[in-house]
């Protein structure tokens, strides 16, 4: 009898669950480590395990790291770092796949991680459509339950035959992602006056097809801009050296050439976003594709939760959380309806 109330007093052993992600490390520039370092401070009934390069100070206490990268880029080298997850694949309850499935990395982690006693789930932030075909996600696919970010991912996958398919919209921290006034040092640093109207775009220069758009809007209308004083801002991550050395290097010429450049505001990484989206009047997502990107883009809800205008694109996908309450949606590729969305 006494045994058995101790028993039942005895607390039960948290969870074990791996998070298998891109090295979870600073700069905070990325949706998908974020997003997984976001949900693990978050669920203190769990212990989690995160791969890191190097080790993260200040952690709570349910929250492990195993720093088996030694970058932060996740190049070929670095994904062969992943197979020390073998001998480690009997650790753990729960194995959280979070990388973007590939054929590759899909059949490494079936044949050799994916082994063991340890349930196992897959996140699909994006189904690549542009570089699989019907036929491959029944390859790629693997995990007992699979989590798409989007109503459009999960159907497309229903109608392929996958029972295993739940829906959850990604989720952002609203303690960090909160209104907040204008911050007048970073506003110095970046040279913004406070009657200027600043213009943000926090998206990519070669991906998703707004930069050449965005560019021939400040072109085309600039003595609007300059009258108005508004100010635009790319706040744009460099993937690699296409986004460093090639378009960013266009943009600024051809801004250069056309005497706007003084319009223009260039960060490639800025350290606290909630700053960034707080520095901003209206967030600009006017994107021709969603190639490679979350389905449910977090640059485009973030400044929803600071309370910032936002304007979106017409593209099908982006109308599952963009609507009349909390954005405006222009037709793609149309400059002028743009123009009329940010000087509204």
């Known amino acids: 009898m006494l045994q058995t109330s101790l028993d039942m007093t005895q607390e039960k052993p948290k969870k ?37 390069n190097g080790f993260l100070p200040n952690l ?14 996740l190049s070929y080298f670095q994904k ?22 590939s054929k590759l990395n899909a059949f490494s982690f079936k044949t050799f991680v994916a082994r063991g006693h340890a349930k196992t789930i897959q996140t699909v ?71 200027d109207f600043v213009v943000t775009y926090p998206g990519e220069y070669v991906r998703l097809g707004a930069t050449d758009d965005i560019v021939n809007l400040i072109i085309s209308y600039a003595e609007q801009w300059k009258n108005k004083k508004v100010k635009f801002w790319f706040a744009c991550r460099l993937k690699n050296d296409k986004d460093a050395i ?30 960034l989206y707080n520095l901003t009047d209206v967030v600009i997502f006017p994107v021709q594709n969603m190639i490679g990107k979350f389905d449910v883009p977090l640059a485009a809800i973030e400044p929803m939760a600071c309370e910032k205008p936002v304007i979106v694109s017409d593209l099908p996908i982006l109308k599952e959380f963009a609507n009349a309450q909390n954005s405006v949606t222009i037709q793609r590729g149309n400059i002028a309806q743009l123009r009329d969305a940010i000087m509204d």
């Open 16 to 52: 074990k669950i791996l998070l298998i992600t891109r090295p979870i490390a600073p700069p905070w520039d990325e949706a998908s480590k974020n997003f997984a370092f976001y949900l693990a401070k978050a669920l203190p009934a769990f212990n989690f395990f995160l791969l890191t």
């Open 60 to 73: 709570p206490a349910h929250i492990h790291q195993k720093p088996i990268y030694t970058s932060n880029h």
């Open 80 to 101: 062969m770092r992943l197979l020390k997850l073998v001998r480690m694949r009997n650790h753990f309850d729960i194995m959280h796949f979070m990388l973007t499935p």
């Open 125 to 195: 932030a994006t189904l690549r459509e542009d570089l699989l075909e019907d036929k491959d996600f029944k390859e790629v696919l693997f995990a007992d339950i699979i989590i798409t970010y989007s109503d459009y991912a999960k159907n497309r996958l229903a109608a392929l035959g996958f029972q295993n398919v739940v829906r959850i919209y990604p989720g952002i921290d609203l303690e960090y992602y909160k209104p907040a006034p204008k911050d007048p040092a970073a506003m110095r640093e970046l040279g913004i006056s406070a009657d």
């Open 246 to 275: 090639g378009k960013k290097e266009e943009v600024v010429q051809k801004l250069k050439e056309n005497n706007v450049l003084d319009l223009v505001i260039f960060t490639d990484i800025y350290p606290d976003m909630q700053q």
